[in-house]
């Protein structure tokens, strides 16, 4: 599938008259604005023009660029909205998009969405927008928007300050696409033309925003945002007194030039930020977790993507965040001080450098580092790039200096990547080669890989492989796993019937097979399946997966805690087995939405069978009830352990107002005996200026007679107060 030969353009006006931000988008400065009415649909199928008429205008002054937009409605009745809480997502849900790509690079980019209800998202788009995973909403910044709801229709304008977006100054033109969600309609149109196989903030598929005169430079754009937090806590397992804390801190944003940011932060607190999910680990090793704190967002991929999935160098988890040996979750590590340096020189080169002061914890054995990252990229051809990282984490001493780079528990990464996007996204994939250097002197501290991926409308295929010697292990990266050799090719064939029910089908099929050096071949994953795509949207899959594994070390397929002195399969046995897989996602449109997973067959000696599923009831538009719940039936001969594990997370999110959120969410799980309740209350006074109210607490639980704890017996607790404002100089 290639790119359309011939982009398309439209010119924007600057207003002199003003724009009222009131949702309606009836004033004059809209008459002279060029209407764009002609998108093509791309779901449930792309080579119709869209069923439901959309108009898009554009303008702007010296200070915003606005957005106008008239969505009609050919279906009676209301609107597909998930709550009032920003930055929401799913399928199905009704809204605007804008996406602008402002250094014309077809890989980074900024993205805008508006709900009829008036609630805004907004995020980053990186990679060029192939996945869903591209998108970024956890990132935060000001802007304006409103919306109004009309019989037949409704419209929404938007307001971007040019100080919230990154462009070059004097740029003739930017790329930009948009798109509309429609429910009612079952309908996904885009403008320009994209493929259905892409996703709509597809970066490779914009047309071109020419300005009717070069835009200037915005002026100084420093932003300061400093916080109080106000913290009582108290351990009980260890029998430590209660402890309040008063806490003090911020970040400032600077921009150095409109295209390039720097970012300083004192004292960091995260506490707002939502505990990650808990899920059932029945794997050897190191579970991924996204980064949400709004520091580490802005240009995440310059520092985040290198590598592959399974072998990141860097990983900004790593820093300000440790782990709880006694509920398995992430806490806070202490940061004293960060800056990070981010952004476009011009259309060809980004540039990154991030240099981090994290405290020492005794609880969970942690020294001070100090750790630094810097990053180069230079884009290749239309959309290709190459990019160098530098990864430096040293332990502090009373007498270290920047210069002075021996003598310390270190650990340092050299990398370099080659990212390839070649006819229109039909070729795309990358190559790498990391090497790192530490005190140790272990043999094979580096990884290399290379990945290729082909897709059309009718054929997906992928191949990777890796190379990860058995000494590499980056300090500040993910790599679950080293010391092996892995190929994995997958491929999906897609069939496009002539029907009401079925929108796509077809077979599926992945291998990955991994040896090393010492014990040869020691596992394998194959898989083979059918999927299908429904014309509301509901996806069912069906595969049987074949494994092999070799023990390189002691394993409890139950993964039970170590207290528990579970007899483990033995370092040096090996396994095969097989099971059948089913996933079902429902309609995401309907109120009550849900997606089911089952799992049955054999597990390394024994057999296994499993259920989980997600279930939503939406309450329009005031809240989200959901369920997470998961169930792991283990069975082992003896003398191995067997297991009934379980998952249970309830949750509340309620919005009452575009300002007033309350989420809290209850979480269960059976492999850590933990109970955990986190609520959360937010009121968003002004722009990105926040009050939070939090709480924590972890119990002991389990069904079993095991250890020393009497169920309900606390662990820990902590609530938090906490202010923010965003104050621009």
Not at 92 to 118: C, E, K, R, W, Y
Not at 132 to 141: K, R
Not at 192 to 210: A, D, H, K, Q
Not at 658 to 666: D, G, L
Request: aromatic share 16%.
């Amino acid at each position: 599938m290639v790119a359309q030969s011939t982009r398309p353009t439209f010119t924007i006006y600057k207003t002199e008259t003003p724009v009222v931000l009131d949702g309606v988008g009836d004033e004059a400065a809209w008459t002279n604005a060029k209407v764009m009415s002609d998108l093509q649909q791309q779901f449930p199928y792309d080579t119709l023009p869209a069923k439901t008429k959309t108009e898009f205008r554009f303008t702007y002054d010296d200070e915003f660029l606005y957005v106008s937009a008239k969505a009609y409605d050919n279906v009676k009745g209301g609107h597909v909205i998930s709550s009032l809480r920003r930055d929401f997502r799913g399928a199905g849900l009704d809204g605007i998009s804008v996406v602008l790509d402002p250094f014309q690079d077809l890989t980074n980019g900024f993205f805008f969405g508006l709900s009829p209800a008036g609630v805004q998202r907004e995020g980053l788009v990186s990679n060029g927008g192939m996945i869903s995973e591209d998108l970024d909403l956890s990132w935060d910044n000001k802007w304006y928007a409103e919306a109004r709801i009309h019989d037949g229709y409704w419209t929404a304008e938007f307001a971007i300050p040019f100080k919230t977006l990154r462009f070059k100054a004097g740029a003739p033109a930017w790329n930009i696409r948009f798109y509309r969600i429609d429910s009612k309609e079952n309908e996904r149109a885009c403008w320009p033309w994209t493929p259905r196989i892409f996703e709509p903030m597809n970066l490779n598929y914009t047309g071109e925003m020419i300005w009717d005169a070069p835009l200037k430079n915005p002026g100084s754009n420093i932003s300061i945002i400093p916080y109080a937090a106000a913290r009582t806590s108290r351990n009980f397992q260890n029998e430590e007194p209660r402890k309040d804390q008063l806490q003090f801190g911020g970040d400032a944003k600077m921009a150095i030039t409109p295209s390039l940011n720097l970012d300083l932060t004192f004292n960091p607190d995260f506490s707002q930020v939502e505990v990650d999910r808990q899920v059932t680990n029945l794997d050897r090793f190191e579970l991924f977790f996204p980064e949400r704190r709004q520091f580490f967002l802005e240009n995440a991929d310059l520092f985040a993507s290198f590598g592959h999935l399974r072998a990141r160098p860097f990983f900004s988890r790593r820093l300000g965040i440790t782990r709880d040996p006694n509920t398995g979750q992430n806490i806070q590590n202490k940061i004293y001080f960060g800056a990070r340096l981010s952004g476009n020189l011009n259309k060809f080169w980004r540039i990154g450098f991030l240099n981090m002061q994290t405290a020492s914890d005794e609880k969970t054995q942690t020294p001070s580092f100090n750790n630094t990252v810097a990053t180069v990229q230079r884009r290749v051809g239309k959309n290709s790039n190459l990019r160098a990282i530098l990864i430096n984490q040293q332990l502090f001493g009373n007498d270290t200096l920047p210069f002075k780079l021996g003598g310390y528990q270190y650990n340092r990464i050299a990398g370099l990547d080659y990212n390839y996007n070649f006819l229109g996204n039909k070729w795309t994939g990358n190559v790498f080669l990391h090497k790192q250097f530490s005190e140790s002197q272990a043999a094979a501290q580096f990884a290399h890989g290379y990945s290729l991926v082909y897709n059309t409308r009718t054929l997906n295929f992928n191949w990777y492989h890796q190379v990860i010697g058995s000494g590499y292990a980056p300090a500040l990266g993910y790599v679950p796993r080293n010391g092996y050799k892995r190929i994995s090719p997958s491929g999906n064939y897609f069939f496009y019937p002539n029907s009401r029910i079925l929108n796509n089908h077809g077979p599926v099929a992945d291998m990955s097979v991994l040896w090393d050096d010492n014990f040869g071949y020691t596992d394998h994953e194959y898989t083979v399946g059918y999927s299908a795509t429904f014309q509301n949207q509901a996806t069912l899959l069906v595969n049987v997966k074949d494994f092999y594994t070799f023990l390189f070390q002691d394993f409890d397929p139950t993964n039970s805690p170590s207290e528990d002195m579970a007899v483990k399969l033995p370092t040096g046995t090996d396994y095969r087995y097989t099971w059948v897989q089913a996933n079902f996602l429902s309609d995401p449109r309907k109120p009550f939405n849900f997606e089911l997973t089952g799992i049955a067959g054999r597990y390394f000696n024994g057999t296994r069978k499993s259920i989980s599923g997600l279930l939503n009831y939406r309450i329009q538009p005031y809240g989200v009830f959901s369920l997470d719940v998961g169930y792991n039936q283990i069975r082992l001969p003896d003398p191995y352990r067997s297991a009934n594990i379980f998952l249970a997370g309830p949750r509340f999110d309620l919005t009452l107002t575009r300002s007033v959120f309350f989420t809290t969410f209850f979480q269960y799980n059976s492999q850590y005996r933990n109970v955990n309740i986190n609520s959360r209350f937010q009121w968003r006074f002004k722009p990105v200026s926040d009050l939070f109210i939090v709480y924590t607490d972890n119990y002991y639980y389990t069904f079993e007679e095991v250890g020393q704890y009497t169920n309900f017996t606390p662990k820990n607790r902590a609530l938090v107060l906490k202010l923010t404002y965003w104050l621009n100089m």
